[in-house]
């Protein structure tokens, strides 16, 4: 069993910065990706950035490229997004999952974790 436990959200400023932390344990890890997505209130849950253990391949949303950064430390068995140029948009409730396969769409992912909250006030 994979669990997954976020960490680091909060209430930023826009403009502001915030690094998540997403803590894996339970599986070997070498041959997952690694997605962090966000889900709004009244909204679906969208894809934001994943990361693939195996090569460190990364994709990230266009809604976020250029500000966010997807990184790991293996030691740890964590991965981070870092995110930058914070806006009020940013808004979510933000998981991070594990999966076989790199994908966009959050039913590829099969383990979860709790989810952490960002607020960007403007």
């Known amino acids: 069993q994979v669990q997954l436990v976020e960490s680091g959200g909060g209430l930023v400023q826009a403009g502001g910065s915030l690094r998540l932390s997403c803590a894996a344990s339970?599986?070997?890890?070498?041959?997952?990706?690694m997605g962090w997505f966000r889900q709004a209130p009244g909204k679906e849950r969208e894809f934001v950035a994943r990361f693939r253990w195996s090569d460190g391949l990364t994709y990230y949303a266009d809604s976020v490229k250029g500000r966010v950064t997807i990184s790991r430390d293996n030691a740890k068995i964590t991965v981070y997004l870092q995110m930058n140029s914070l806006k009020s948009e940013d808004t979510a409730v933000y998981y991070c999952a594990a999966g076989n396969n790199p994908s966009t769409l959050a039913r590829s992912y099969d383990y979860w974790g709790q989810g952490t909250q960002v607020t960007v006030s403007s």
């Open positions: 339970g599986r070997t890890f070498g041959r997952y990706v």
